[in-house]
């Protein structure tokens, strides 16, 4: 069994991918950009590190000023749709 990951608070309760792209070229995506509150502005981002399709790294910037307010392993708690 794995280790329950951290959970982390976003702006808001939705999720809205702005981007999901492959950039290492697998056929799999590795970064992921979200708006969680409907404003059309990122402050989800998440990262595929290891090239499974899997988010490792997932980064929080509440209050939307392009420095991330929180850094956790995994995905926060909220997995790419």
Do not use: Y
């Amino acid at each position: 069994m794995s280790e329950p990951q951290e959970i982390v608070e976003t702006r808001g309760n939705d999720r809205v991918d702005l981007i999901a792209q492959d950039t290492s070229g697998n056929g799999k995506p590795d970064v992921w950009v979200a708006d969680t509150d409907g404003d059309g502005k990122p402050d989800l981002f998440q990262f595929d590190t290891d090239g499974d399709g899997q988010v490792d790294v997932t980064m929080v910037d509440l209050d939307e000023d392009g420095t991330p307010d929180e850094i956790v392993d995994g995905d926060g708690g909220i997995p790419p749709t």
